[in-house]
T-cell receptor, first 116, second 114 residues
Framework: DGGITQSPKYLFRKEGQNVTLSCEQNLNHDAMYWYRQDPGQGLRLIYYSQIVNDFQKGDIAEGYSVSREKKESFPLTVTSAQKNPTAFYLC???????????????FGAGSRLTVL | EDKVVQSPLSLVVHEGDTVTLNCSYEVTNFRSLLWYKQEKKAPTFLFMLTSSGIEKKSGRLSSILDKKELFSILNITATQTGDSAIYLCAVEAFSGGGADGLTFGKGTHLIIQP
């Protein structure tokens, strides 16, 4: 079945440690995204990538880094510079293009990061 | 900056009631408005609306867009406990090319009591 796989589902880390969240898709989608969800805050865009080896900052990119070496994979690193990293992280993908509906996102099941 | 405001932020009703969820937006170069349902983890797609006045319908759920007044509503009739979820509204804007992501509202947390 096609879809998006995020791992791990739950992650605990000590303050000051870098953490990498995995996101893999087999939908053959060009575009991939990382969102952060906090209670009462909705989804906020961290980074997105329209094509391999290219990515753009979203609204809250500070303290995060990404890479896009393969079409299927878009890992997110939460660095020690992120002031409040405890959150639910959602990865998504979509077909890239200018036609209507190109941005209908398909989401993974999420990774919940807790920093102790 | 693009902005999406949903109301109410939370709502508790009884099974069988009809609910209306609201979404207003301010966006440059509006392209489409999307509704998602998030039960536990991954949001799932419900509707995409691009034209004013055309109702989208799926079972007990329906949605309509007003591009003049810049809002959309999501209606759920004869609610069931399985409708309990967070309902997210998002807008898509035209950009120079490709996909730049969606701007989401804070969501409406709907609870259906038996």
């Amino acid at each position: 079945d096609g879809g998006i796989t995020q791992s791990p589902k739950y992650l605990f880390r000590k303050e000051g440690q870098n953490v990498t969240l995995s996101c893999e898709q087999n939908l053959n989608h060009d575009a991939m995204y990382w969102y952060r969800q906090d209670p009462g805050q909705g989804l906020r865009l961290i980074y997105y990538s329209q094509i391999v080896n290219d990515f753009q900052k979203g609204d809250i990119a500070e303290g995060y880094s990404v890479s896009r070496e393969k079409k299927e994979s878009f890992p997110l690193t939460v660095t020690s510079a992120q002031k409040n990293p405890t959150a639910f992280y959602l990865c998504a993908s979509s077909i890239r293009g200018r036609y209507s509906g190109a941005n209908v996102l398909t989401f993974g099941a999420g990774s919940r990061l807790t920093v102790l | 900056e693009d902005k999406v405001v949903q109301s109410p932020l939370s709502l508790v009703v009884h099974e069988g009631d009809t609910v209306t969820l609201n979404c207003s937006y301010e966006v440059t170069n509006f392209r489409s408005l999307l509704w998602y349902k998030q039960e536990k983890k991954a949001p799932t797609f419900l509707f995409m609306l691009t034209s004013s006045g055309i109702e989208k319908k799926s079972g007990r759920l329906s949605s309509i867009l007003d591009k003049k007044e810049l809002f959309s509503i999501l209606n759920i009739t004869a609610t069931q406990t399985g409708d309990s979820a967070i309902y997210l509204c998002a807008v898509e804007a035209f950009s120079g090319g490709g996909a730049d992501g969606l701007t989401f509202g804070k969501g409406t947390h709907l609870i259906i009591q038996p």
